[in-house]
């Protein structure tokens, strides 16, 4: 049963800016701390950025520190990743989950590709 639904990916030029979401239809989202993690094929899937259940604390990798920004709305299940300044390193499929293991079913990810 799919639990996250992520969409706002696409093609966008290096420096270009992106605002992923992601839907979450299970029922303790604002119970849980959540993530947005990264993966390009024949990787690992990496993690991105994390923010608390209330959204007062953030994290990020160093890699999009300052060029990506995590939040949440809790009241509409969603979580978001603005993402500004574009890499091509950025190129990745995007997923959320929870911060913290268990991690729940993974969603179909959306598609982020920078090239020009």
């Known amino acids: 049963q799919v639990q996250f639904v992520e969409s706002g990916g696409g093609l966008v030029q290096p420096g270009g800016s992106l605002r992923l979401s992601c839907a979450d239809t299970g029922r303790a989202f604002s119970g849980r701390a959540m993530a947005w993690f990264r993966q390009v094929p024949g990787a690992e899937r990496e993690f991105v950025a994390g923010?608390?259940?209330?959204?007062?604390?953030?994290y990020y990798d160093d890699s999009v520190k300052g060029r990506f920004t995590i939040s949440r709305d809790n009241a509409k299940k969603t979580l978001y990743l603005q993402m500004n300044d574009l890499k091509s390193e950025d190129t990745a499929v995007y997923y959320c989950n929870r911060l913290l293991r268990p991690f729940a079913s993974w969603g179909q990810g959306s598609q982020v590709t920078v090239s020009s």
């Open positions: 923010i608390s259940r209330i959204g007062d604390s953030t």
